[in-house]
């Protein structure tokens, strides 16, 4: 069966410095990986988006970006965090090309509080 | 532009109440409409999805869902609530768009089922 893994679990870090979450999964090839903030009372909001190794979209400019090295894997990174980072970053995936089967299926989240 | 809302932002019901959550989205194409549910600690899970086919749709713990086209909504019901489905709940959309596909997620409810 498919899982996904987010780490860490909780960061805090001090503004200006950089950033790096990661997002693994297992059990499916080529998947669909998204991330997501989640702030409270606004839902989540999708940042980037990838269909395949290299292939990033970015959905709002932002203080982010992100990179996919490998095939299950999706890294959210910051050269320099500001105090609007903070908030609750999920991962997501999905097995099909993006179409109108598609499911997302989501990470544990990573919590980062900058300071 | 396209957007899902959920207009009950808290919702506090005593176990064995009834329970109907809101959501409406604004998009005049063809849509897939999701429940996901966040409990306390764990992953976001997809509750269930309609696709096409019968407009009642029936997900995981007694929860069902209702699509009418007319109203643009898909709300979210169960007959009788625990205390065990305190959590949060959110509506999406995925829909077709400028040649590619979104998901977007509602704002979210918090519901509490008190003992």
């Known amino acids: 069966s498919q899982t996904i893994h987010q780490w860490p679990a909780t960061l805090v870090q001090p503004v200006g410095s950089p950033l790096s979450l990661e997002c693994t999964v297992e059990g499916t090839s080529n998947p669909n990986l998204y991330w997501y903030r989640q702030a409270a009372g606004r839902g989540l909001q999708l940042l980037f988006y990838s269909v395949g190794i290299g292939q990033i979209s970015s959905e709002v400019p932002q203080n982010l970006s992100a990179s996919r090295p490998q095939d299950r894997q999706f890294i959210l990174s910051s050269k320099k965090l500001l105090l609007s980072d903070s908030g609750f970053y999920l991962c997501?995936?999905?097995?099909?090309?993006?179409?109108?089967?598609?499911?997302?299926?989501f990470g544990p989240g990573t919590r980062l509080l900058v300071l | 532009a396209q957007s899902v809302s959920q207009h009950n932002h808290h919702v506090i019901l005593s176990e064995a109440a009834s329970l109907e959550l809101g959501c409406n989205y604004s998009?005049?194409?063809?849509?897939?409409l999701f429940w996901y549910v966040q409990y306390p600690g764990q992953h976001l899970q997809l509750l269930l999805k309609?696709?096409?086919?019968?407009?009642l749709v029936k997900g995981i713990k007694g929860f069902e869902a209702e699509f009418i086209k007319s109203k643009f909504s898909f709300n979210l019901r169960k007959p009788s609530v625990q205390w065990s489905d305190t959590a949060e709940y959110f509506c999406a959309v995925n829909l077709a768009f400028g040649g590619t596909y979104k998901y977007i997620f509602g704002t979210g409810t918090r519901l509490k089922v008190l003992a």
């Open positions: 309609y696709f096409s086919g019968d407009p």
């Open positions: 998009y005049g194409g063809t849509v897939n």
């Open positions: 997501a995936w999905s097995v099909n090309q993006r179409g109108p089967g598609e499911t997302q299926y």
